[in-house]
């Protein structure tokens, strides 16, 4: 089952900061976090193993509640550079990665 | 390193006709994908490998088939193409999932007519 990414799509001005949600309705071992710009592959962002930690790169953080199933991923003082689709994979440990729809983020000047 | 390449970028079929999706990797990774991509869709898997001469299922394989005769390669085949399968395909590979992050290949933009 896909996990489910809130917002669908956010607009925000450079400098303010943005949230993106990822929930799962199974037990997940790991969250990744990808970013795709248009007409290119998908990017990885970062893994969040189970524990409740807390990542970051550069400006973007993320958090993993393993017993809320929940993932936010954290943008914050967003760049142009920032623009682009989120896409959170949740790994539940018997099948492969399975990714969210997707977030679409567009950072204007 | 050339990392995760694909072959052709962009393809155009006639529907009922058959084509093959290369997919190579130079990282000697165990695990390989293909997924599709359609708008509002995000990625889907449509079959993956866990080892040489190892694939299975994912979530969307009807009308696919692959191969993984070589560690470095995985094949995605269209037997009778059909205009449901126009789409974005990306290949993509890693170590075992549990922590490890998947490398994309550009990607192949596949039309059906």
């Known amino acids: 089952q896909q996990p489910v990414q809130s917002p669908q799509a956010v607009i925000l001005r450079e400098g303010e900061d943005a949230v993106i949600n990822c929930s799962s309705s199974k037990a997940l071992y790991s969250v990744h976090w990808y970013r795709q710009k248009h007409g290119e592959a998908p990017v990885f962002l970062m893994i969040?193993?189970?524990?409740?930690e807390q990542k970051g790169h550069d400006k973007i953080s993320a958090s993993f509640n393993e017993k809320k199933q929940q993932s936010s991923l954290y943008l914050t003082a967003s760049q142009l550079s920032y623009s682009g689709t989120y896409f959170c994979?949740?790994?539940?440990?018997?099948?492969?990665?399975?990714f969210g729809k997707g977030t679409r983020l567009s950072v204007i000047a | 390193n050339a990392g995760v390449t694909q072959t052709p970028k962009f393809r155009v079929l006639k529907t009922g006709q058959s084509m093959t999706l290369l997919c190579a990797q130079d990282?000697?990774?165990?695990?390989m994908y293909w997924y599709r991509q359609d708008p509002g869709m995000g990625l889907r898997l449509i079959h993956y490998?866990?080892?040489?001469?190892?694939?299975a299922k994912g979530e969307v394989p009807d009308g696919y088939n692959v191969s993984r005769l070589k560690k470095q390669n995985f094949l995605l085949g269209l037997e009778s193409a059909a205009p449901s399968q126009t789409s974005v395909y990306f290949c993509?590979?890693?170590?075992?999932?549990?922590?490890?992050?998947?490398?994309f290949g550009p990607g192949t933009r596949l039309t059906v007519t």
């Open positions: 994979g949740s790994f539940s440990g018997n099948t492969p990665l399975v």
């Open positions: 490998s866990v080892g040489e001469g190892t694939t």
């Open positions: 990282m000697n990774h165990e695990y």
């Open positions: 993509a590979s890693s170590y075992p999932p549990t922590s490890s992050e998947q490398y």
């Open positions: 969040l193993l189970k524990g409740g």
